[in-house]
């Protein structure tokens, strides 16, 4: 069972998006469909809107303090990897790979 989000947590989800609403909402999800949103909400009137409607929200949203990724995009999920540890997983498969392909280097 997943716990509800609180108030906070929904601001912070928004303070860490690029985009606002729009990095965060569905809006083609059946939940927005079945909820009137006016374009004109406040930004305290969005975050409870979200907190008592939380289908509306893109799902899953993957974040850390300073990183928010929504959707399904599996190649964005890296920023949460530090780009050290990024760079040696790459030198190895790219050593993988040539070993692969010609053989162990004398």
């Given amino acids: 069972m997943q716990k509800r989000?609180?108030?906070?947590e929904i601001r912070h989800l928004?303070?860490?998006s690029d985009?606002?609403?729009?990095?965060?909402?569905?809006i083609r999800s059946k939940a927005v469909q079945e909820h009137v949103f006016d374009k004109g909400?406040?930004?305290?009137q969005?975050?409870?809107a979200v907190y008592q409607h939380p289908k509306i929200l893109k799902n899953p949203i993957v974040f850390n303090e300073q990183s928010l990724v929504t959707g399904f995009s599996i190649e964005d999920i890296g920023v949460f990897v530090p780009s050290k540890q990024r760079k040696r997983e790459r030198l190895s498969l790219f050593g993988k790979l040539y070993t692969a392909e010609?053989?162990?280097v004398s």
Avoid: P
């Avoid at 989000?5 to 906070?8: A, D, G, I, N, R």
């Avoid at 909400?41 to 305290?44: A, E, S, V, Y």
């Fill in 14 to 16: 928004f303070l860490l």
């Fill in 102 to 104: 010609f053989g162990k």
């Fill in 5 to 8: 989000l609180t108030e906070l």
């Fill in 19 to 26: 985009n606002g609403s729009d990095d965060l909402i569905a």
């Fill in 41 to 44: 909400l406040t930004f305290n």
């Fill in 46 to 48: 969005l975050v409870i």
